[in-house]
């Protein structure tokens, strides 16, 4: 058992860079930065990060519901709470504050 723990642990870095997934922060923030002046805004920063939610929200009527989450269960959860998480994270993240995030600040766990 410990073996196919590890051989599969040892294949999580291939299987990100097979399925385009970025491996540092510089990687993030190219991807976040839309507009390519080498930084993150905050609306950037929650567009980026709310995609997973619409991709999630198979309805489209802005909310997640129990059988649309992982594992199909939880409290149902709105697009505009998420991103008013994601924006409470920004500020968080933003530790200089000037308003945008670069790959340092994107590596940083939340203050």
């Known amino acids: 058992m410990r073996a196919v723990l590890a051989a599969a642990l040892l294949a999580l870095p291939c299987l990100a860079v097979a399925q385009g ?5 510089a990687e993030y923030l190219r991807l976040m930065d839309t507009d390519g002046d080498g930084r993150v805004s ?7 990060l ?5 991709r999630m929200d198979a309805n489209g009527d802005g909310v997640l519901e129990p059988e649309e989450l992982p594992g ?4 149902p ?7 008013d998480n994601l924006r ?3 500020h968080k993240l933003d530790r200089n504050h ?10 940083a766990p939340p203050a």
């Open 77 to 83: 959860i709105t697009l505009r709470s998420h991103q």
């Open 98 to 107: 000037d308003g945008y995030l670069d790959a340092k600040e994107l590596a």
């Open 72 to 75: 199909g269960h939880g409290k």
């Open 50 to 54: 709310s995609a997973g939610f619409r």
């Open 21 to 25: 997934y970025p491996r540092t922060p």
């Open 42 to 48: 905050e609306q950037e920063y929650v567009d980026y």
């Open 88 to 90: 409470r994270q920004f």
